[in-house]
């Protein structure tokens, strides 16, 4: 492929791309990367979340995630910092009755102590603390992120061989939780 077909593809590719919130539909089927993972975090969460149960989503996105879940509303909230996502849940999550609140996982979220039987968090920024102060007693936190290895490829391809940074201050968390 020349450089003009190369860029006509990628235009093509950005003309069907409707990221919207974080629907990553239009690359369905090409790439897989969490079909590689020894675990299933959505089964995970389903396997411990009764209906019962208040669930929070930290950096929910657009709530698409959440929304799959299909946790009674009543009792599900989620918070989203990104500004075009944080419209996207006032339009989608607000009228269906989920708690939605405008606030970064990194922070201290605008809810009340103790209210959650369950806290998620897919691959956004979470604040030990917080994510304490919120849940119940007995309460839950289940998180997935996203490791310094992944698409290594990628980030060689576009910026060469570099080292992976350590991530200190997820290993103080994980500490601190233990």
Not at 101 to 125: E, Q, S, Y
Not at 160 to 169: A, S, V
Request: hydrophobic share 40%.
């Amino acid at each position: 492929m020349n450089e003009q077909e190369l860029l006509n593809a990628w235009k093509a590719e950005e003309r069907a791309a409707h990221i919207h919130g974080w629907d990553f539909s239009h690359i369905a089927g090409r790439y897989t990367e969490e079909t590689d993972l020894p675990w299933d975090y959505r089964q995970i969460i389903l396997d411990r979340l009764m209906p019962e149960r208040k669930l929070l989503d930290v950096d929910t996105g657009g709530g698409e995630f959440l929304l799959s879940l299909r946790h009674p509303y009543k009792n599900t909230s989620a918070a989203e910092a990104y500004p075009p996502n944080a419209e996207l849940c006032d339009e989608t999550l607000r009228p269906l009755g989920i708690d939605f609140r405008a606030g970064d996982g990194k922070d201290t979220l605008p809810f009340d102590d103790a209210v959650f039987d369950m806290v998620i968090n897919r691959h956004g920024d979470f604040n030990v603390p917080d994510i304490r102060r919120m849940l119940k007693c007995g309460g839950i936190f289940i998180t997935e992120q996203v490791g310094a290895e992944n698409d290594r490829e990628l980030v060689a391809l576009l910026l060469g061989e570099t080292p992976l940074p350590f991530p200190e201050q997820y290993l103080d968390a994980a500490q601190e939780i233990l």
